[in-house]
């Protein structure tokens, strides 16, 4: 702490004042060498420092929790905690990044740029319903991001200069970058500003070379479940029931569902909250169902494989069930997601047939993709949440919920009906179709958190002006990226849209189509066939989606993650089928992300088209075809491994012998010999593991502790040994003397 003060005394003098233009440019750079110590006491050199990769079997096998070493030569690539990459560089207001829209007068191709809330404000009197895809779709929209994409906001929620708190001020003085609410907006009067906190910098960022200011991914950028276990070791591991010989993941103790498991709840908290692989599970209901029910996947699971390899470990449990569920997550988002949203004709263009996987793509998350891109679907929202009951028919008990009665209030899970009428609801009801004129529904624009008693936010100002903190170049700039026609007027501009009025609104708003905003321009664009995304973001998603399977060393189609067999079976996972497994729900739709109409139009669990996972192509074999039987060892595990035996010792034992065997293909025997597990006598240690007033007694494997015997105990029995004794020499002189 006391190096981190006095390199912050070196720093302030050379800071500089980012509520003025004229004081954009620091007077005097730190030396080398306090750039240096800065990283060190502010734990950044740790971060930039490459890892070591292992390469044993395993680390081959199963994908690292943090997502380093997927790419063995550049081992950061795809990791949690690194910023996120850049297919254009970024449009700072000045060069130490200072976001667009700083300063209100400053201009943009002779243009000043318009406050985000004027961008997007506009009364829905009612939406439109998608025809085809049902509100399931947009949620697994969301619960996929979250697997890939958190962007942590700054540390500090107050001025770095003044120390006043961003949630109450509207000046403009790092981090606070408020949302300014114009004068012709109805909450002018009410509020002059919204707060909003500028993202967090990644380490390195503007005072490494060539650094300009870039924005951090928290968790890992492969789809590979990250949201149900973690992105960091520390968070994986509390995560699950180390008390429980299957790999599970731990439960709640306090509540069930209909006795099904919930989450844990998150300790030190004032409300119920559950504590999940990402801190954003609490955010709404349709989260909450999604984390509990591949908890619940994830303990089904590793219930199966033991039954099929008694002989696995806890953690080989959890690894092969954790390698399965991220092949899940890939295949629905791949074969059932993605060509709803891109549309078949966009999706085999874009993203062709696998090939293989490539050492050369890097596949961590896009800036670009982050903020603007993949932020696509809130258009798309509902303003109801429904909530169904058994035949999918509306309970006067818990009725629909406007959506902002629905975020952060976990608790309405465990008091008003478990996860199951959540389900129903997202899988009857349709997804909002976007159309110009109903771009965000209300309850995201004027009513985000208003439940909570907070101040109403609006979602679409806050992509925009995320997007302008980021530095993300305007629509113009990623039309050209893409090979896209760019637009120089508002006449050209309208043939894109085809919509004049909107174009007119655009050029009205931001004096020329270069100054658009990525995401509001981006969602404007009509869909193409059979997709819900324009152009734009059909090559800006297709690019992320691509690299994110080709640059993924354990992509579930790659040759030896899994074998034929267990690909095959994979590909016929089933989202329904899961919901079937997981809940008390019977009936279902053959595909849940396309919309059902009527309940009679879904089938029973037990349909041929609701297939269940088969699993035994994971039962390992008992025999090895030059070596015979495997070894197995008693009060131990063992897993094959590359034609390698790993061995480990049940809880209690320690290994006596070699980890591990291998097949000798000349004498066709294991060698070295296989290990025995010995009990561990833990009363036997110098200390012992009871309390002073309790004996220490060894038991296989573990040790019990035991009231000591009583004095009284001790002289009873030392008298009926006596006794006995007595009674057995009198014998013997008895017996001598006949004789």
Known sequence: EGNLNNHLKKVQPSSYDLSSPSSWFPKELLSEGDVGNLLQVTGCSAELRKPICQSDCLSNRYRSITGECNNRSDPRWGAANIPYSRWLPPEYEAVWG???????????????????????????????????????????????????????????????????????????????FPIQIPLSDPRYGVQSCMPF???????????????????LNAITSFVDASMVYGSSTSLASALRNHSSPLGSMALNSQHSDHDL?????????????????????????????????????????????????????????????????????????????????????????LIPPYEGYDPEVDPSIANVFATAAFRFAHVTVQPLVARLGPGYTTNSQHPHLPLHHSLFASWRVVQEGGIDPVLRGLLL?????????????????????????????????????????????????????????????????AVILGNFTLAHKFQLLYGTPQNIDLWVGAISEPALPGGRVGPLLSCLLARQF????????????????????????????????????????????????????????????????????????????????????????????????????????????????????????????WRPAPPTCLDI???????????????????????????????????????????????????????????
């Open 429 to 493: 009801s349709p997804a909002k179709l976007q159309t110009p004129g109903q771009m965000m529904v209300e309850e995201l624009t004027e009513r985000l958190f208003q439940a909570q008693g907070g101040m109403p936010l609006d979602l679409g100002a806050l992509n925009l002006q995320r997007g302008r903190d980021h530095g993300l170049p305007g629509y113009s700039s990623w039309r050209r990226f893409c090979g896209l026609s760019v637009p120089n007027s508002t006449s050209e501009l």
């Open 197 to 215: 906190f500028r993202s967090a910098p990644s380490c390195g960022a503007g005072i490494l070379p060539h650094r300009q200011r870039e924005q």
């Open 98 to 176: 200072i976001p667009r829209g700083w300063d209100p007068e400053h201009t943009y191709h002779n243009v000043s740029l318009p406050p985000v809330r004027e961008v997007l404000f506009t009364h829905n009197d009612n939406i439109s319903l998608d025809s085809t895809l049902s509100h399931l779709l947009v949620e697994w929209g969301q619960w996929i991001d979250h697997d890939m994409v958190l962007t942590p906001q700054s540390s500090s929620t107050v001025s770095f200069r003044t120390g006043a708190d961003c949630t109450h001020t509207c000046s403009r003085d790092a981090p606070c």
């Open 261 to 349: 498991a919930y989450m844990p709840f998150l300790v030190a908290v004032v409300h119920d909250e559950y504590f999940t692989g990402d801190s954003r599970a609490n955010e709404h209901l349709g989260m909450i169902a999604l984390h509990t029910l591949f908890l619940r996947e994830h303990n089904r699971l590793v219930k199966e494989l033991h039954l099929l390899n008694p002989h696995w470990s806890p953690d080989t449990l959890y690894q092969e069930a954790r390698k399965i569920m991220g092949a899940i997550h890939q295949i629905l988002t791949w074969e059932q997601y993605l060509p709803r949203v891109l549309g078949e004709s966009a999706m085999s263009l």
């Open 546 to 669: 691509r690299a994110l399977r080709d640059g993924d060393r354990f992509w579930w189609e790659r040759e030896g993650v899994f074998t034929s067999t267990q690909r095959r079976h994979l590909h016929s996972v089933s989202l329904s089928r899961i919901i079937c497994d997981n809940t008390h729900i019977t009936i279902v739709p053959a595909n849940p992300f396309s919309r059902t109409e009527r309940p009679e139009d879904m089938l029973a669990c037990s349909h041929p088209l609701i297939p269940h996972l088969d699993l035994s192509p994971w039962k390992e074999p008992d025999t090895d075809p030059s070596c015979g039987p495997i070894p197995r060892i008693q009060s131990g595990y063992s897993v094959l491994c590359d034609s390698v035996i790993l061995y480990q010792c049940h809880s209690g034992y320690k290994l006596l012998g070699s980890s591990s065997v291998s097949c000798d293909p000349n004498s066709q025997q």
């Open 681 to 739: 006598n833990e009363c036997e240690e110098q200390v012992s593991p009871c309390p002073q007033n309790l004996v220490c007694v060894n038991i296989p494997g573990s040790f019990v502790c035991t009231e000591p015997p009583s004095p009284s105990a001790i002289s009873i029995a030392t008298a009926l040994i006596a006794v006995i004794g007595g009674v057995a020499a009198l014998m013997v002189i008895m017996v001598c003397y006949r004789r």
